[in-house]
């Protein structure tokens, strides 16, 4: 039961904080990769806005956090 509830943990943790982290886990819901990200002119990478390829969960996830950066 413990493993059932963190594995469900770290897919929330993981689709909340989009990272190019390398881990041992393999994420079904927010896999982050390389092109998901841009590097701005500061050397800072950030999510890209929009992207074809994403499922429903990975594209609401992409809102959120853009919808954070504005309210900032």
């Known amino acids: 039961m413990y493993l059932l ?3 469900q ?3 929330f943790h993981n689709c909340n904080n989009p ?4 881990t041992d ?3 079904l819901l927010c896999p ?4 998901d990200f841009y590097t701005a002119r500061t050397g800072i990478k950030y999510l890209r806005p ?3 390829k994403d499922n429903f969960i ?5 809102r959120k956090y853009w919808n954070a950066k504005q309210e900032c």
């Not at 990272?19 to 390398?22: D, V």
């Open 5 to 7: 509830f963190m594995q």
């Open 9 to 11: 943990a770290e897919e």
């Open 19 to 22: 990272n190019l982290i390398e």
């Open 25 to 27: 886990n393999i994420h």
């Open 32 to 35: 982050w990769n390389e092109d």
């Open 50 to 52: 929009k992207r074809k």
């Open 58 to 62: 990975k594209s609401y996830y992409r």
